[in-house]
């Protein structure tokens, strides 16, 4: 700002009249005629000017490489410069970019991105057109290799052909790697069913990844699998030694650490989940070989996505996303918005398991009552509706720690084919036991999951200790509260709740005094505590 004035307003400057008409095919490399499509790159950066909320949804099919006009590609880069700094792409906006980059005459001006904006009747087809773009790029990229192969042939010199074909091979593959297979529009997702007819039915794959004691196991390959539950409940303890028993028979995995525990910290407790020398020796092995074990910690949305594109190419047996409520905020998409938070998981999560990952989740309970009473994590239940695999809440009945002995409850949530539920005759998945009594003197942390019988008293009925000590609690904090009182705000069937509160009184916890109108008032005399009775 100058001292006598108000700022110096930039303005669009026409082309000067004097200058010959613009050719957009100008600067277009010279030579036989391009493998490209104009009216597809016109198309995708008019539907993007008019649309502008198209921007996000084809990010990452395209960059300006891909297009064979470099203008097309200097406009594509202006447009995703003013969306990475959260404005709202216009027409103004971008022939200022370009004006201030220097860029606007060499791409014809703002009557040419009018002109592009006219090229395109339906916005809505952006993705298609960039998929086109795409898949001329790609093969313009195959005629690059194969020219370089026959000018090779023509220099006639042996010395140098295999480092030239290795080359050849690495570009080859990053070609395949960075495009996948080519775009095809016959898709319609059609399935057949005509094994209904007195055919096969399909097999229903059961759960492979970390196993109980009974055989049984707790996550499915190729799908969208989730742990949630409370901070330090046990989660990630639960998908790492998911991990850890996948490397040790051998199989591949990965952790994209949103959360940012650290590769030192991560190793570390992967290392302890080593149940003897032996173990943790071959562990050390594999966790420092890239292509048995890799570790991602991305600081932004583009890291993000780097990391996913790579996870899709190698195809671990494993991927650990933890966690899912930090990496969605971290693509880019409103967590409070159900579409946004569905698209961000299709490339996060399902992206992955469609190249046959079993892809686990972490993600923390809310600390809202009421939101915690649905099972539902953070967010939005569409995180949960793109759980295809098996979710389940993990409740730290004691909580892991150094020298202790953890137990964690897990409760099936959702389980799409319905196999574990199976296994497990219902909701309760199992215990995890994570037993860390040795783990300052053998450095090791042995764990185990298993399904254990429900409490019972001496005469072989039901216990409800989990209610038993929520009641106690309960009284503890409320002292000479009535039975309604109890029934009223301890969540649970007024069935266990009445049984719980008598057995409290029948041993000695809980005492009752006469309150008014012939209620009984109750007294805590004895703190109980599951943890501490003999009969769970």
């Known amino acids: 700002m100058s001292a006598d004035g108000p700022p110096t307003r930039h303005h669009l400057q026409p082309v000067p009249p004097d200058e010959p008409p613009y050719d957009p095919h100008h600067d277009a490399p010279a030579g036989p005629a391009p493998v490209a ?34 203008h097309h590609g200097t406009i594509w880069t202006a447009i995703h410069d003013i969306a990475a700094h959260g404005r709202t792409v216009d027409l103004v906006l971008v022939s200022d970019h370009l004006m201030r980059t220097g860029d606007l005459a060499r791409i014809g001006g703002a009557p040419y991105l009018q002109t592009l904006m006219q090229a395109c009747d339906i916005p809505a087809q952006a993705p298609y057109y960039a998929e086109i773009v795409r898949d001329t790029a790609r093969l313009r990229s195959v005629g690059d290799l194969g020219r370089k192969f026959i000018q090779l042939a023509r220099a006639g010199d042996p010395t140098n052909v295999t480092r030239h074909v290795e080359q050849a091979y690495e570009d080859l593959e990053q070609v395949v790697t960075r495009w996948g297979p080519t775009t095809t529009h016959t898709d319609t997702g059609f399935v057949d069913l005509t094994w209904l007819d007195g055919g096969t039915p399909p097999i229903v794959e059961p759960p492979t990844i970390c196993r109980r004691a009974d055989g049984a196991a707790l996550f499915y390959a190729g799908k969208v699998n989730g742990i949630f539950g409370d901070p330090e409940c046990g989660k990630t303890w639960l998908a790492q030694a998911a991990i850890v028993e996948t490397l040790l028979a051998g199989g591949t995995a ?72 930090e990496a969605i905020p971290m693509y880019g998409a409103n967590t409070n918005d159900g579409d946004e938070i569905t698209n961000a998981m299709r490339f996060i999560c399902t992206r992955p398991a469609d190249a046959g990952s079993c892809v686990i989740t972490i993600d923390h309970l809310p600390k809202s009552t009421e939101a915690r009473a649905t099972g539902y994590a953070i967010g939005s239940i569409a995180k949960k509706r793109m759980i295809r695999g098996s979710y389940l809440r993990a409740e730290a009945r004691n909580q892991p720690a150094p020298g202790q002995i953890g137990r964690i409850t897990l409760r099936i949530e959702k389980d799409t084919a319905g196999e574990l539920r199976k296994t497990s005759g219902g909701g309760y998945a199992g215990t995890l036991t994570l037993d860390s009594t040795r783990s300052e003197t053998h450095a090791a942390t042995s764990w185990s999951i298993a399904r254990e019988e429900a409490p019972k008293n001496d005469d072989g009925t039901f216990r409800p200790t989990k209610l038993m000590e929520a009641i106690s609690r309960y009284v503890e904090d409320n002292d000479q509260c009535t039975q309604r009182d109890v029934q009223s705000d301890v969540p649970g069937k007024d069935k266990y709740v009445t049984q719980a509160l008598k057995l409290l009184i029948h041993e000695g916890f809980i005492t009752t005094i006469p309150g008014p109108r012939g209620s009984r008032l109750h007294h805590s005399i004895a703190l109980y505590r599951e943890a501490e009775d003999d009969h769970a």
């Open 254 to 325: 990965a952790m994209v650490d949103v959360d940012h525990n650290g590769p030192n910290h991560t190793a570390a407790r992967l290392l302890l989940l080593g149940a003897d020398l032996a173990e943790r020796q071959d562990l050390l092995a594999v966790l420092a070989d890239p292509t048995r074990f890799r570790y991602y910690q991305p600081d932004d949305g583009d890291q993000l996505r780097a990391a996913i594109n790579d996870l899709v190419h190698r195809a671990p047996d494993v991927v650990l996303i933890d966690s899912i409520g």
């Open 37 to 70: 499509n104009a009216d597809a790159e016109r198309a995708v950066l008019g539907a993007l000017l008019t649309s502008p909320a198209l921007v996000d949804q084809v990010r990452d099919e395209l960059d300006a490489g891909d297009f064979y006009w470099p």
